[in-house]
Structure formats: C-alpha cells, structure tokens
C-alpha cells in the first residue's frame, strides 16, 4: 500500500512563491508518474504538472513558466516550486502517483490548500 504526505500549502499574497512536498510511502517501483493536480472551489480537478522517473514533464498552460515539478528519486519524493502566484491559483492541491506494474494504480494525498491573496 502506498501512502502519500503533502505539505507546504499556505496563505501567500499575489506574486510570492510556495514550495509544496509530497512524499509517497512504500513500493512505488520504477515505473511511476508523480504529479501534482488542483481543485478550486465549484471547478474540476486539473492537471498541474507531472513527471515521470526518467525526468519527462508536463505542465498546464496556465502554469507554464511559473511552476516548476522535481523529483528525489531516492526518497520517494516530488515537489512543486509555485512562483509568481495568483490569486487564480487558490485551490486544493492533490499529489498524485501513477504505479504501472500489472495495471495502473493511482494513489492521491489527501490535499493542501494554496489560497493566493490579491
């Protein structure tokens, strides 16, 4: 079973940067993806960003450029660098991991609340 610990959600006002954590416990294998995604209130949840082991990435458009995802391999770990924040940023945001082994499994945390002031 895997388990995953965000941290580094908070209250910032607009342009200022947070740092969040997410480190997953347990076998995750080396065939993973670990992302971030967001829920803003009365909205779906939206991929942020996402990168596989071998260091391939993907982010949102609204993102881009602003955010940057990284991975600590050895610890399980990924992080999300959010700098220049704005107010459109506030949401939820999940960590999310994707195991490929016999099938695809998705684990998600249980969430950290961004909330960008104006």
């Known amino acids: 079973q895997v388990q995953l610990v965000e941290s580094g959600g908070g209250l910032v006002q607009a342009g200022g940067s947070l740092r969040l954590s997410c480190a997953a416990s347990?076998?995750?294998?080396?065939?993973?993806?670990m992302g971030w995604y967001r829920q803003a209130p009365r909205k779906q949840r939206e991929l942020v960003a996402v990168?596989?082991?071998?260091?391939?990435?993907d982010y949102a458009d609204s993102v881009k450029g602003r955010f940057t995802i990284s991975r600590d391999n050895a610890k399980n770990t990924v992080y999300l660098q959010m700098n220049s924040l704005k107010p459109e940023d506030t949401a939820v945001y999940f960590c999310?991991?994707?195991?490929?082994?016999?099938?695809?499994?998705?684990?998600w945390g249980q969430g950290t609340q961004v909330t960008v002031s104006s």
């Open positions: 999310n991991v994707v195991i490929y082994k016999d099938t695809k499994v998705d684990y």
């Open positions: 347990g076998s995750i294998g080396s065939l993973n993806v």
């Open positions: 990168r596989t082991r071998a260091g391939s990435t």
